[in-house]
């Protein structure tokens, strides 16, 4: 991380989320979930000002965005609108590529022991993950991206979890900062359900067991 980081939004572990009833979400989703825990709203804004960190940052350098599926599909692609919106305001000129690599590494509410990585060929400069906890898959995702010898390595994470043996592994810039808890939504999901939700959600226990397998 560079010595003068910018700042993450931390989210104590007492934060309660926001009742539902205030909020609109799919249909299909009630009683699967317990609380609003970010509203698509401040993802978006939150977002916006990592757009801004991140073309602080980048000089006049063009840049291999580089997405990781499924999760991250989300975040990636409103935080590349975003760079694109600042990036035709602002008088440099620049060249984006834009590539995806596919992690999975969870079953349930549970990481497996194995990570897969399916797909992607290209070097990166910016790599985009929408969540990172222990930073396992961060770590083999580095590994990875650091074979092509790209000149320089930044990885965005809109969610980081405070979890217990964390490998040290963090994101350049963040998001979030939230407790260890199982969050759904904004592509999050829990076995391929809750990509559809715009807010970060909190999934209630029967939403765990409906959609178990
Ligand atoms: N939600 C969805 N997917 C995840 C999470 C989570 O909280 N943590 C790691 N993968
Ligand atoms: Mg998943």
């Known amino acids: 991380t560079d010595k003068n980081s910018p700042g993450v939004l931390f989210i104590p572990d007492n934060w309660p989320g926001y009742p539902l009833d205030l909020f609109t979400f799919p249909e299909h989703y009630s009683g699967d979930l317990d609380c609003v825990y970010i509203p698509h709203g401040v993802i978006m804004d939150r977002t916006e000002r990592l ?3 991140i073309m602080d940052d980048l000089g006049d350098r063009d840049i291999v965005v580089l997405c990781v599926l499924k999760g991250g599909y989300q975040f990636c692609s409103d935080l590349v609108e975003r760079i694109k919106v600042l990036s035709c305001n602002s008088s440099k000129s620049l060249l984006m590529r834009v590539d995806f690599i596919r992690l999975k590494s969870y079953l349930n509410d549970r990481s497996t022991q194995d990570l897969q990585i399916i797909g992607a060929e290209s070097l990166s400069v910016l790599s985009g993950k929408a969540i990172v906890d222990t930073g396992k898959t961060m770590k083999t995702l580095l590994t990875h991206v ?8 930044r990885v965005a994470g809109l ?3 405070r979890v217990p043996n964390s ?3 963090l994101p350049d810039y963040v998001g979030f ?3 260890n808890r199982f969050v759904v939504g904004y592509a ?3 076995n ?5 939700l715009n807010h970060i959600c909190v999934i209630s226990e029967s939403g765990k067991q409906k959609y178990k397998v």
């Open 51 to 53: 757009a801004r960190n």
């Open 146 to 153: 650091r074979a092509f010898k790209p000149n320089m390595i």
């Open 159 to 161: 969610l980081v979890k």
């Open 167 to 169: 490998s040290g592994c």
């Open 177 to 179: 900062e939230i407790p």
């Open 188 to 190: 999050l999901d829990y």
């Open 192 to 196: 391929e359900y809750f990509r559809d």
